[in-house]
């Protein structure tokens, strides 16, 4: 069975950083492109960023420069470090697995509040 699990969220105060991590397992992800998305109540999943199979990398604007993911493929993990964290990236984060089909997290909340 295919399970993403994210850990690292928690409450953090604005400027500050956080690691979230992604492990996931039930098949091989090595070809897949694994991404991160965030969700807030009442507004649609966005993208934050993804990292394909070769390791080319694509973020939202509003994160670019601060955020950064990357993936340990002997682990089947996939990583997002956050600094310089806004009360705005305040959201839930999933992971996302993606080949012809999607795969996803539960979610990990993220607070940015002082």
């Known amino acids: 069975q295919v399970q993403l699990v994210e850990t690292g969220g928690g409450l953090v105060q604005p400027g500050g950083s956080l690691r979230l991590s992604c492990a996931a397992s039930g098949t091989s992800f090595t070809i897949y492109t694994m991404g991160w998305y965030r969700q807030t109540p009442g507004k649609e999943r966005e993208l934050v960023a993804t990292?394909?199979?070769?390791?080319?990398?694509n973020y939202a604007d509003s994160v670019k420069g601060r955020f950064t993911v990357s993936r340990d493929k002997n682990k089947n993990t996939v990583y997002l470090y956050m600094n310089n964290l806004k009360p705005e990236d305040t959201a839930v984060y999933y992971c996302n697995a993606r080949r012809f089909v999607d795969y996803w997290g539960k979610g990990t909340l993220v607070t940015v509040s002082s």
């Open positions: 990292i394909t199979s070769g390791g080319s990398t």
